[in-house]
Every structure is written in C-alpha cells, then in structure tokens.
C-alpha cells in the first residue's frame, strides 16, 4: 500500500508540490499525470525517498519513509525515467548484485527468468555501454522485479521500447498488480495510463485537480462527451485545451 498524506516538497521557495495526498491500495493500478513541471517526478522520488519530503508523510506497506525507511524500501522498487547503470558491471552482474542486495535466496534462477522474459539472455554478458537505450530499461525493470516488491512505482516506463517490449511491459505491470502489489504508474503516454490504471490522478502546478475512475472524471466535468478519452480530460482538468 501506498499513503501520502498532505506532500509537499519546496525548492528554493517554490511548491513543486502542494498538498497532495493520495492513497493506492494492494491490486490497485493508479495513474499519476500532469504537464511538465507539474510535481510528478517530485512526488516519486519523495515516495522513494530519494528526495526528502519538506512537509506531510508517506507510509509504504505501513512503514513511514523516513522514521522506518529501511524497511519502507525493502517493500518497494522504483523505476527512474532515466536508467542509471553501473558502467563496469554486465546484465547478469546488475541482476546479481540486486538479488544480494535484497536477500533474494533464488537470485542466480530468478534473474535468469526474468532476463528471459524480457529478451535480455542472450546479452547477459553484455556491459550497459552495449545496450540499447530500450534494454537499459528492460534491465532496469528487471531488477526491481527481483525481489516481487509490495509496491512499484514507475516514472516513464515506456521510454525507448519497442511495441513488442512495450507490450512485455504492461502486461507484467498488470501480472504485478494482480499478484496483490500496488503500483504508481507516471507517464505522459496517456494512452497507456488509460488502458491499464484503474484509477486516475491528475495533477497541475503541484495540486491535484482530478482523480477518480475516468467515468467519475467524465462526470464531475459539465461539457464532456461521455466517450472523452483521457487526452480530453487532461486537457480540460488543466485548463491547457487552448494551447
């Protein structure tokens, strides 16, 4: 489970992000979208404590990131937007690596499915500088599946895949959720937020504007048509539809 509770996060006086509470339940896929600037990947770091919070809370599977953040992180896994590898360390030695990290006990057999699973096997011995920039992604996901995390938070999931990978990659993350994880899914690829988030967030200047199901979006905004897709909806909750 995942619980922000009034987040806000401040640089150098301004509010990247405002107040913003939310709560993503186990089995739960919930979308998190906003124009640029809006305090998504904030948010996200901030949940994965990477960043610290200047206001509010932030509990992960009941452990608050900061009293109890060891064993809030030990619950989670967080793909960055950008894929950050160890130059000198080859795919299987990244999937290695993490399993230590992690205490994974079938470690050498799981990285082995997972680099399988995702078309990485046969370059397990290659180094990041090899890879593409759609593999370096796939590698990154691969390690935070490692040790079947409690919550995954995504930023950007898609970037630099292929169709076919983008397919392999959505319906994990929907494996994921079934198999009771929740999961924060951030992305301008409105179209996959659409498809596979239960759920909805939309947020602008650091504030959340929308958030519900997109039906319960559709109906709290007077104008739409009852078959507006999310785009219209972004658009419209933003006020960014004459732009």
Request: include cysteine; aromatic fraction near 4%.
């Amino acid at each position: 489970m995942i619980q922000i509770e009034e987040l806000v996060k401040v640089y150098d006086g301004h509010r990247a992000v405002d107040g913003l509470s939310l709560l993503v339940q186990p089995g739960e896929i919930v979308g998190l979208v906003g124009p640029n600037g809006a305090g998504k990947t904030s948010t996200l770091r901030c949940l994965a404590g990477i960043i610290p919070t200047t206001e509010g809370s932030i509990a992960i599977c009941g452990h608050d990131i900061v009293d109890d953040g060891v064993a809030a992180r030990q619950q989670l896994a967080f793909v960055p937007d950008e894929p950050h590898l160890f130059d000198y360390l080859t795919v299987r030695d990244h999937m290695l690596l993490f399993a230590r990290l992690y205490g994974v006990e079938d470690g050498a057999a799981r990285a082995e499915q997972l680099l399988t699973d995702s078309a990485l096997w046969d370059r397990r011995h290659d180094f990041p500088g090899e890879l593409s920039r759609g593999m370096k992604q796939k590698l990154i996901l691969s390690c935070a599946l490692l040790h079947d995390p409690k919550v995954l938070i995504l930023d950007e999931p898609l970037t630099g895949l292929d169709p076919a990978a983008m397919r392999r990659v959505k319906r994990s993350v929907v494996a994921i959720a079934q198999a009771g994880a929740a999961v924060l899914v951030s992305s301008h690829m409105l179209q996959l937020v659409e498809e596979i988030c239960g759920r909805i967030v939309i947020i602008h200047e650091g504030k959340k504007v929308a958030e519900g199901t997109l039906d319960e979006i559709r109906a709290a905004m007077p104008g739409l048509e009852g078959d507006a897709n999310l785009e219209e909806i972004f658009l419209r909750a933003t006020g960014l539809e004459e732009e």
